[in-house]
């Protein structure tokens, strides 16, 4: 087990980034402390058997507003601005390089990293558990739309990849439509494996999660990743709309009427929308930190 540092807002909202993450063991919220300064920190403890540093780097650059570096969305200062905390020299070379990366895509990066000195635990606030704390979190990020933040940093970094869509993946991630029903490959399930947005390639959904509802789109009992919730009032009804974060892609609807048993949600989601890697590829297309769901599943 292996640990990492990350600071960027309150470290309840650190810690929903993180815990989405597969071959994350724990996330622990905290002061850290480097260079007579201190931020609200996290401790990711990680199997890096499973799970390499860089994955969670670029998982932590992915879900943070990288362009502010006074703080992060309503967080305001010196303690919550992002910054990636290194212990070694390899992780150093890895944060630089993924900034790097970055910079090539973006022109106004502005995370830092330092060496931490040393980190402590946050004391127990007895009137607060962390799922409440979790849950306080969830309703200020809607609050403050900061998915949608995020989404609108990403949003351009995709234009290439718009011009090789099919066209209907097209009219339903772009242009909000709706495939037919009974249409897709994925509608009844495959074999296991993740379903990665088709224009991002970032994580949704799992097959572990996929059930036939018998409605004809693929549907799921949750996403393995943060997704975007927004009211969708079209047709004369009130649904909540499914879109993924990075590139604001149009998924689906999510509906009350799934399995009790496993939450009692149902992820419908248009088939156009995804695009399969099977388990044995998962390594092989930079996703080997969620062999993990299966494992846990074997």
């Known amino acids: 087990m292996r640990k990492a540092y990350f600071s960027g807002g309150r470290f309840y909202g650190l810690i929903e980034i993180f815990r989405f993450t597969p071959g ?124 949608q933040t995020i989404a609108l940093l990403w949003k351009d970094s995709y234009k290439e990849k718009l011009k090789t869509l099919a066209p209907l993946a097209f009219e339903v991630t772009k242009k909000n439509h709706t495939e037919r029903p009974f249409t897709s490959s994925f509608s009844k399930g495959n074999e296991p494996g993740i379903y990665v947005d088709v224009i991002s390639n970032e994580p949704l959904f799992s097959t572990i999660d996929q059930f036939d509802a018998g409605c004809g789109w693929p549907s799921f009992t949750k996403p393995i990743t943060q997704i975007v919730e927004k009211n969708d009032f079209s047709y004369g009804m009130h649904r909540i709309e499914i879109r993924s974060v990075h590139s604001d892609s149009h998924l689906g609807h999510v509906f009350d009427d799934g399995p009790i048993e496993k939450g009692g949600l149902r992820y419908c989601i248009n088939g156009a929308a995804l695009r399969f890697i099977p388990l044995k590829d998962l390594e092989k297309e930079g996703f080997k930190a969620y062999l993990a769901l299966f494992q846990k599943n074997l």
């Open 24 to 147: 994350v063991i724990t996330v622990t919220g905290g002061t850290g402390h480097y260079r007579n300064n201190k931020a609200e920190v996290v401790e990711v403890s990680y199997d890096s058997l499973l799970l390499d540093y860089n994955s969670l780097v670029d998982n932590y650059l992915k879900q943070i507003d990288f362009t502010d570096n006074l703080g992060q969305f309503s967080d305001r200062g010196e303690a919550f601005k992002p910054i990636m905390f290194y212990q070694t020299d390899s992780e150093l070379l890895v944060i630089q390089d993924s900034l790097e990366k970055l910079k090539k895509r973006f022109s106004n990066v502005l995370v830092e990293y330092q060496q931490i000195d040393s980190f402590e635990i946050a004391s127990s606030d007895p009137l607060m558990t962390d799922q409440q704390r979790i849950l306080k979190h969830e309703l200020l990020k809607k609050k403050e739309g900061r998915l």
